[in-house]
Structures are given as structure tokens and as C-alpha cells.
């Protein structure tokens, strides 16, 4: 299984980026996707989360900025981040957790994408 993240840059504080993951590989059911996120010297932390079947959840600081989706035909999911402030610039990783056949069984396992730099300017 492999996660290819993209949609990271360089914006002005006020301004827009999209991330995009897209999984690939011998996933049998997705169980859910996030986007996580680690600025430096600090703790990498959950920024928004879609369960199959389930509820988003956002941390608070970045609710009503940002919002998560998925389009589960081609296992992707996005994150639009409106509003943006130099708090969020950091290094922007995708998180699967996913049920993926091997050897005839069948295990959940979580994967994370490569990460992709977004950077806010004030």
C-alpha cells in the first residue's frame, strides 16, 4: 500500500491551499483517512479525521477553516485549508487506516503518506 500526498506550498496568510492523498494497493475496505500535521520541534498532531461511515472530527483551532473529504471511488482523500495563518505552516502527513489482503488474510494496518510542507507567511 502506498499513500502519494500533494497540493503543499507557500501562501499568504488569508489564503487557500488543497491537499490531496491518494492510496493505492491491495486495500480491501478503507476504515478511515486523516491528515496530521508536525511544525518544528513540536509533536505531530491530528488535524482532521473521516471514518467510513462516520463523523469528521477537527481540531478545534482549525474548525470552520478547514474540511476534510474523501472520494472513496478513488481513495483519496482532500483537505481544504481556507483562512489560512502562519500557525499552520508545518509539515502535512496522511494517515490510512485500512483492512488490506495479504496472504490470504485479510489485516488492518495503517499507513502514512511522505508528508507535504505548507508554509503560512504572515
Known amino acids: 500500500v502506498q499513500l502519494q500526498a500533494s497540493g503543499g506550498g507557500l501562501v499568504q496568510a488569508g489564503g487557500s491551499l488543497r491537499l490531496s492523498c491518494a492510496a493505492s494497493?491491495?486495500?480491501?475496505?478503507?476504515?478511515?483517512m486523516g491528515w496530521y500535521r508536525q511544525a518544528p520541534g513540536k509533536q505531530r498532531e491530528l488535524v482532521a479525521h473521516?471514518?467510513?461511515?462516520?463523523?469528521?472530527i477537527y481540531r478545534d483551532s482549525v474548525k470552520d477553516r478547514f474540511s476534510i473529504s474523501r472520494d472513496n471511488a478513488k481513495n483519496t482523500v482532500y483537505l481544504q485549508m481556507n483562512s489560512l495563518k502562519p500557525e499552520d505552516t508545518g509539515v502535512y502527513y496522511c494517515?490510512?487506516?485500512?483492512?488490506?489482503?495479504?496472504?490470504?488474510?485479510?489485516?488492518?494496518?495503517?499507513?502514512w503518506g511522505q508528508g507535504t510542507q505548507v508554509t503560512v507567511s504572515s
Open positions: 494497493g491491495s486495500i480491501f475496505s478503507i476504515i478511515s
Open positions: 473521516i471514518p467510513s461511515g462516520g463523523s469528521t
Open positions: 494517515k490510512l487506516d485500512a483492512l488490506v489482503q495479504r496472504d490470504g488474510r485479510r489485516w488492518p494496518l495503517s499507513y
